[in-house]
């Protein structure tokens, strides 16, 4: 029997005015079989955003309010009574990153969940990870909603899908992750076993003003005017990909993913769908996906990184790229020394605080903890 493909919607919306948002999600979740495919009425539904820190939707760091907006109406209009949303940010709260975004309980009948009690969980199972420190919300869940952002991420080239998972783990617990899965590949098969432990039954990706550059906090805004819709976290990250020309095979969380059984990111396996103009269900080629709604001039990595004896040893070695401060823009405010996960620290202040941190590269595991969380886009990978 032949196997079945990873079926992948994507639909055109130019901005995010809310009704055009909350159109574009509702064509997008019946092209893939409807909400009743994910989740029943009856389920204690979370809707996941990418609430990276508490930021205003204007710089891309997180899901747009609109599309969690548009989340929470369909689920109400469908019948759905038991909604909570939100994600577990590194820094700051789950209520403060909503209240930022103008997000209140209330909405649509939803109620922002707290994302701060930790609570044990074992996973056997795990091929790298036996047990992780999920936030309470996630444990109780019936089912998950992932509303990702389209953005690019220092450590695994792109953060969709896949990676947003890892606001499952409650805040105080994140920066120790790093240090226990200290590489790309590491994380991001990390990443795989809370899909298989915990995984969203929905992925849905805000792809509208995507991220380039220097994510996932500190790029810039790039209108990508597109949305995605998929049960595979991997097939969506991997359309993602082919959306901005980048080789999904670079991106270790598509990789890792297949492997892992999560997903697929083998172009025979996927199956993108769309809307013509006339609203009539077309299916796409990767080509005829790329000329009506990709970009090659989206700035994410696109070269190789294992290419030569070189480039493979300072990959083993977890030295390809390493955070670098732009002097001119940092505020010395602390944060990337306060937030560093490795014990004594890989970056400090050296007599006082007149001075930018400086980095020891020797204790340094190129987390970029410190890129992510940088409130003035002073930090970059080199
Ligand atoms: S977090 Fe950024 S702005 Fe703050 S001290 Fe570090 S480099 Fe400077
Ligand atoms: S200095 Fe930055 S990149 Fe290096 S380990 Fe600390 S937080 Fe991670």
Known sequence: MEEKRSLVAVLRCDDYSEERVYGTMKKGIDLIGGMGMFARPSDHVLVKPNFLHSSDESRAVTTHPSVIRGMLRILQEEGYGDVMFGDSPAMGSC???????????????????DMSETVTYDFPEGNTARQFQFTREVTEADSIINLCKMKTHALERITGAVKNVYGFVCGQHKAAGHVRYPNDVVFAKMLTDIHRAVGPKLSIMDGITAMEGNGPSSGDPFDMKVMLFSADPVALDTVFCWLVDLDPALVPTNVQGEIAGIGRCTESMIDVVTLSDDGQ????????LFSRYGNAEFDVVRKGNVKSVLSLWSRIMNRVG?????????LKCGVCVEHCPVEGG????????????????????????????????????R
């Not at 390493?322 to 940092?330: E, L, N, T």
């Not at 590269?361 to 930090?379: D, F, G, N, T, V």
């Open 281 to 288: 269900e077309e299916h796409l080629t990767r080509g005829e």
């Open 346 to 381: 890989a970056i400090h202040f050296e007599n006082g605080k007149d001075r930018p941190p400086v980095y020891d590269y020797s204790r340094c595991i190129r987390c970029y903890c410190c890129q992510e969380l940088c409130p003035a886009k002073a930090i970059r990978k």
């Open 95 to 113: 209520r403060g990153a909503a209240n930022a975004l103008g997000l209140t309980d209330g909405t649509y009948g939803a109620r922002i969940a």
């Open 322 to 330: 390493r955070p670098v401060i732009d002097k001119s823009k940092c």
